[in-house]
């Protein structure tokens, strides 16, 4: 039985399915997007959805969807699904569907009388193609299939309506047709492994909505362009395969084609299979290099969200070939910033102040993985390049200050996580000492010693990397450690910032941690306490007057309540990292029931994956970004470690 499999029930009933989306990519950028019954419910949902570097950084909606329709006797039966308003769809070809699997692929099964007609989808990899291949599995009459390609062609956050400014020409390629709506973007070609009738009728599908966008507060309706359908028949048993993509292709090479791309998956038949196949659909192939995506299907490359993904996205998953070269990209970028002061066109946030810190903190995770050695061989020289830019203030907007600790003005723009603002002025205003920073700091001290210490020629250094890291631990709890035993969120000057936050759980989990056991483990009660559910830590603790526990309404007021509560999943790994650190290999079994929570998730929001953020109270409904790579990337790293020390536990028994 699938791991990922939704009977008739559930897919025709409109309340339970609407909610749940899929997302393939094809590791260049380019991603399908929807829900699991075709209906798409985001401005950014999309059977085409690429990027065109010509144009922008942006993701651009080149076909929205197409509908099917089955032909038997005369009588025709649309498999499509719009909502053009409150609780109206049409043409409600959901309910002609029997079973969604998403194992390998994404299949649907109709059926529609005598007929059982199969769809399976695939992206291919490094390209921008996507692949249909329709089975008719049973027919007792002969069958006729039509196809009405939807186009938009229009930035992923945007909306189209009926214009004149459109480009209706249509030509003929090989089996298909070929369009391109407006200037500047690239050819749709439409294709399809056997010959195929194309019929000229073009007209404006108009009033289409948008649900998802409704309830946030921001335009839903558009309109649009359908330049007339494909015709052709089908016989029991017979398999055709739709190709839509921005080059034409040979007809007859689309089945080996399908084939080969099948035969790279992984099955979804595991909670582990389905992150292991979410973190491979963050990557990011392009001329300048290799990245990791922050999520689907609005962000592109932020740095800070590369560096805390890429650990679980590679080698928590044995891609260490992956993590070496995605981390070549981006060292080659950030030391054209430091260096240089020139940002990379691909990197997003690159120049913000602890970008160096949670470099040196992903490059830690590589010594987890291999040795002391084999790290310092690779990227010794860059981990001690980064520390000594700090020292010597290169970094913009990072102060050394005397005591050890470390300072960046926050005040009129957002330098942390915590990034959300109102008109460009931060909402959470953290700046001064900020308590990541200083732990990052520490554990980065610490860890570069680690690596030279008894090095030939370098104990001069390290011996002033100790008498630094030493000064940092007592500042650090003179600074951050207060009468109640959890840690300030950030102090500036004479203000010390009281609301319990996650971000001391991160000072507690690194693998050099300025504060003792004891310290660790009132912290830790605090945090869980406070901050823990089922799905992560929240923002803020509910006791906090500013506690606003749900993603919900509109911009500003989403904005107001993205870290005043909801819930990140990423932090459950830093989470993780102290419990252990706590209580050693018996605290083994909390952890291991906790990733459990997370488990109920492959079947809800985007199958598969985890959201960008979840309801800080009951039920922790999943909101933002529907695919987050940081999320998924720290759970993995922590089903790696568990692993790991369960494997240790049961040798030394």
């Given at each position: 039985?699938?791991?990922?499999?939704?009977?008739?029930?559930?897919?025709?009933?409109?309340?339970?399915?609407?909610?749940?989306?899929?997302?393939?990519?094809?590791?260049?950028?380019?991603?399908?997007?929807?829900?699991?019954?075709?209906?798409?419910?985001?401005?950014?949902?999309?059977?085409?959805?690429?990027?065109i570097?010509?144009?922008?950084?942006?993701?651009?909606?080149?076909?929205?969807s197409?509908?099917?329709?089955?032909?038997?006797?005369?009588?025709?039966?649309?498999?499509?699904?719009?909502?053009?308003?409150?609780?109206?769809?049409?043409?409600?070809?959901?309910?002609?569907?029997?079973?969604?699997?998403?194992?390998?692929?994404?299949?649907?099964?109709?059926?529609?009388?005598?007929?059982?007609?199969?769809?399976?989808?695939?992206?291919?990899?490094n390209?921008?193609?996507?692949?249909?291949?329709?089975?008719l599995?049973?027919?007792?009459?002969?069958?006729?299939?039509?196809?009405?390609?939807?186009?938009?062609?229009?930035?992923?956050?945007?909306?189209?309506?009926?214009?004149?400014?459109?480009?209706?020409?249509?030509?003929?390629?090989?089996?298909?047709?070929s369009?391109?709506?407006y200037s500047?973007?690239?050819?749709?070609?439409?294709?399809?492994?056997?010959?195929?009738?194309?019929?000229?009728?073009?007209?404006?599908?108009?009033?289409?909505?948008?649900?998802?966008?409704?309830?946030?507060?921001?335009?839903?309706?558009?309109?649009?362009?359908?330049?007339?359908?494909f015709?052709?028949?089908?016989?029991k048993?017979?398999?055709?395969?739709?190709?839509?993509?921005?080059?034409?292709?040979?007809?007859?090479?689309?089945?080996?084609?399908?084939?080969?791309?099948?035969?790279?998956?992984?099955?979804?038949?595991?909670?582990?299979?389905?992150?292991?196949?979410?973190?491979?659909?963050?990557?990011?192939?392009?001329?300048?290099?290799?990245?990791?995506?922050?999520?689907?299907?609005?962000?592109?490359?932020?740095?800070?969200?590369?560096?805390?993904?890429?650990?679980g996205?590679?080698?928590?998953?044995?891609?260490?070939?992956?993590?070496?070269?995605?981390?070549?990209?981006?060292?080659?970028?950030?030391?054209?910033?430091i260096?240089?002061?020139?940002?990379?066109?691909?990197?997003?946030?690159?120049?913000?102040?602890?970008?160096?810190?949670?470099?040196?903190w992903?490059?830690?995770?590589?010594?987890?993985?291999?040795?002391t050695?084999?790290?310092?061989?690779l990227?010794?020289?860059?981990?001690?390049?980064?520390?000594?830019?700090?020292?010597?203030?290169?970094?913009?907007?990072?102060?050394?200050?005397?005591?050890?600790?470390?300072?960046?003005?926050?005040?009129?723009?957002?330098?942390?996580?915590?990034?959300?603002?109102?008109?460009?002025?931060?909402?959470?205003?953290?700046t001064?000492?900020?308590?990541?920073?200083?732990?990052?700091?520490?554990?980065?001290?610490?860890?570069?010693?680690?690596?030279?210490?008894?090095?030939?020629?370098?104990?001069?250094?390290?011996?002033?990397?100790n008498?630094?890291?030493?000064?940092?631990?007592?500042s650090?709890?003179?600074?951050?450690?207060?009468?109640?035993?959890?840690?300030?969120?950030?102090v500036?000057?004479?203000?010390?910032?009281?609301?319990?936050?996650?971000?001391?759980?991160?000072a507690?989990?690194?693998?050099?941690?300025?504060?003792?056991?004891?310290?660790?483990?009132?912290?830790?009660?605090?945090?869980?306490?406070?901050?823990?559910?089922?799905?992560?830590?929240?923002?803020?603790?509910?006791?906090?007057?500013?506690?606003?526990?749900?993603?919900?309404?509109?911009?500003?007021?989403?904005?107001?309540?993205?870290?005043?509560?909801?819930?990140?999943?990423?932090?459950?790994?830093?989470?993780?990292?102290?419990?252990?650190?706590?209580?050693?290999?018996?605290?083994l079994?909390?952890?291991?029931?906790?990733?459990?929570?997370?488990?109920?998730?492959?079947?809800?929001?985007?199958?598969g994956?985890?959201?960008?953020?979840?309801?800080?109270?009951?039920p922790?409904?999943?909101?933002?970004?529907?695919?987050?790579?940081?999320?998924?990337g720290?759970?993995?790293?922590?089903?790696?470690?568990?692993?790991?020390l369960?494997?240790?536990?049961?040798?030394?028994?």
């Open positions: 039985m699938s791991y990922l499999k939704f009977d008739k029930n559930l897919m025709i009933n409109l309340e339970q399915s609407l909610p749940k989306e899929m997302l393939r990519t094809n590791k260049s950028g380019a991603y399908h997007c929807t829900t699991i019954v075709g209906c798409n419910t985001r401005k950014q949902h999309g059977l085409l959805v690429i990027p570097p010509e144009m922008d950084d942006k993701a651009h909606v080149l076909l929205s197409l509908d099917e329709t089955v032909i038997q006797h005369g009588a025709p039966f649309n498999l499509g699904l719009h909502q053009y308003g409150p609780d109206v769809f049409s043409p409600n070809g959901h309910k002609y569907i029997r079973m969604f699997d998403c194992e390998t692929v994404p299949t649907m099964t109709y059926r529609v009388g005598g007929v059982i007609l199969k769809k399976q989808k695939t992206f291919i990899s390209e921008n193609r996507i692949l249909i291949k329709y089975t599995e049973e027919a007792h009459s002969d069958t006729t299939l039509q196809f009405r390609p939807m186009l938009a062609f229009r930035n992923a956050n945007d909306l189209v309506v009926e214009n004149t400014a459109i480009n209706k020409e249509i030509k003929d390629v090989k089996d298909g047709i369009c391109c709506l500047g973007y690239p050819d749709l070609v439409m294709q399809f492994s056997k010959p195929v009738k194309w019929v000229n009728d073009g007209h404006w599908y108009k009033g289409i909505e948008y649900y998802k966008d409704r309830d946030r507060g921001i335009p839903y309706k558009e309109d649009l362009w359908v330049p007339g359908y015709e052709l028949p089908i016989k048993g017979e398999s055709i395969i739709f190709s839509a993509g921005t080059s034409e292709i040979d007809p007859a090479n689309l089945e080996a084609l399908y084939e080969s791309e099948i035969k790279s998956r992984t099955p979804r038949t595991s909670f582990y299979n389905c992150l292991k196949n979410s973190a491979k659909q963050f990557y990011l192939k392009n001329k300048s290099g290799m990245y990791i995506m922050a999520g689907f299907p609005w962000y592109n490359v932020r740095a800070r969200d590369e560096l805390m993904a890429l650990p996205c590679t080698l928590a998953i044995d891609h260490r070939d992956d993590y070496i070269k995605i981390m070549e990209t981006f060292l080659k970028a950030l030391n054209k910033y260096d240089k002061g020139e940002k990379d066109r691909t990197i997003h946030e690159i120049d913000l102040p602890d970008i160096p810190l949670w470099t040196i992903a490059i830690q995770q590589y010594r987890r993985n291999t040795d050695r084999t790290c310092r061989d990227y010794g020289e860059t981990v001690k390049k980064l520390v000594d830019d700090i020292r010597n203030e290169r970094i913009k907007n990072l102060h050394l200050n005397s005591n050890g600790l470390l300072t960046s003005n926050g005040i009129d723009t957002p330098v942390t996580w915590l990034s959300a603002s109102i008109n460009g002025r931060p909402i959470i205003p953290r001064g000492y900020i308590v990541e920073f200083n732990a990052l700091w520490y554990n980065s001290l610490r860890f570069l010693i680690s690596l030279y210490e008894g090095e030939e020629g370098m104990k001069e250094y390290v011996d002033e990397l008498a630094l890291a030493d000064k940092v631990k007592v650090f709890v003179e600074t951050f450690l207060n009468d109640s035993g959890y840690l300030y969120d950030y500036n000057g004479s203000y010390a910032d009281v609301e319990v936050r996650p971000n001391m759980v991160i507690i989990g690194l693998e050099y941690s300025p504060l003792d056991r004891r310290q660790r483990r009132k912290i830790l009660d605090f945090a869980s306490r406070e901050l823990l559910t089922p799905k992560g830590l929240r923002t803020l603790s509910p006791k906090s007057y500013a506690y606003h526990p749900n993603y919900v309404g509109g911009p500003i007021e989403r904005e107001y309540a993205v870290h005043q509560g909801p819930v990140r999943p990423w932090l459950f790994g830093f989470y993780a990292d102290a419990y252990i650190k706590v209580f050693g290999v018996s605290g079994g909390f952890i291991e029931r906790k990733l459990i929570g997370y488990e109920d998730d492959m079947s809800e929001n985007c199958i994956s985890l959201s960008e953020m979840y309801d800080g109270n009951p922790f409904a999943g909101r933002g970004a529907v695919s987050t790579a940081k999320n998924v720290e759970i993995l790293r922590t089903i790696k470690n568990v692993k790991e369960n494997k240790l536990q049961n040798y030394d028994n």
